[in-house]
T-cell receptor, first 112, second 116 residues
Framework: AQSVTQPDIHITVSEGASLELRCNYSYGATPYLFWYVQSPGQGLQLLLKYFSGDTLVQGIKGFEAEFKRSQSSFNLRKPSVHWSDAAEYFCSLNTGFQKLVFGTGTRLLVSP | DTGVSQDPRHKITKRGQNVTFRCDPISEHNRLYWYRQTLGQGPEFLTYFQNEAQLEKSRLLSDRFSAERPKGSFSTLEIQRTEQGDSAMYLC??????????????FGNGTRLTVT
């Protein structure tokens, strides 16, 4: 079965603190993974992608993600969160021809 | 690159009415996708086009839904005899690619449909 699980519905982080959003996937072949961010009422913006090679990938806005095949995980991290990072974050899996399977999302709240 | 444009941004309709949404992809992109996002969920794939050909439709796309991309540029998504369960955000995305795994999607801001 092809699926993406984001176990945390909401996460609250203090501004300036570090962030890690969890993502686990289930897929029978080599996974092609993405993280997207969505602000209220907006579409999705690509943060970063993993296709192959280096398991630590860098993205925009200071985000990075680490692919761990043994744990079927692709967690998103940021060393220091800014108030403007408050949004909903979606992990997704490409099942071919960009037919993405998305997780249910994690809403990030940033406290002052 | 003016981005993916969707029209209208919001649509309120009564149950049983027909609605049509439009998507203008990034001009050089040959692939166009429709996704649906309900409250509290991630987007779900509906259908996609490569140029003017509709190559795949999800089983989520009932017979009341039809999508077209007549000249390989803009696309329309029509829902006939709308039901309250059709209330959702309809997202369009485009990409340029010749293989199945590269070329990440660029999403529009969506059309939010409310069926009363």
């Amino acid at each position: 079965a092809q699926s993406v699980t984001q176990p945390d519905i909401h996460i609250t982080v203090s501004e300036g603190a570090s962030l890690e959003l969890r993502c686990n996937y289930s897929y029978g072949a080599t996974p092609y993974l993405f993280w997207y961010v969505q602000s209220p009422g907006q579409g999705l913006q690509l943060l970063l992608k993993y296709f192959s090679g280096d398991t630590l990938v860098q993205g925009i806005k200071g985000f990075e993600a680490e692919f761990k095949r043994s744990q079927s995980s692709f967690n998103l991290r940021k060393p220091s969160v800014h108030w403007s990072d408050a949004a909903e974050y979606f992990c997704s899996l490409n099942t071919g021809f960009q037919k993405l399977v998305f997780g249910t999302g994690t809403r990030l709240l940033v406290s002052p | 690159d003016t981005g993916v444009s969707q029209d209208p941004r919001h649509k309120i309709t009564k149950r049983g009415q027909n609605v049509t949404f439009r998507c203008d992809p990034i001009s050089e992109h040959n692939r166009l996708y429709w996704y649906r996002q309900t409250l509290g969920q991630g987007p779900e794939f509906l259908t996609y086009f490569q140029n003017e050909a509709q190559l795949e439709k999800s089983r989520l796309l009932s017979d009341r839904f039809s999508a077209e991309r007549p000249k390989g540029s803009f696309s329309t998504l029509e829902i006939q005899r709308t039901e309250q369960g059709d209330s959702a955000m309809y997202l369009c995305a485009s990409s340029f690619g010749s293989d199945s795994y590269n070329s990440p999607l660029h999403f529009g801001n969506g059309t939010r449909l409310t069926v009363t």
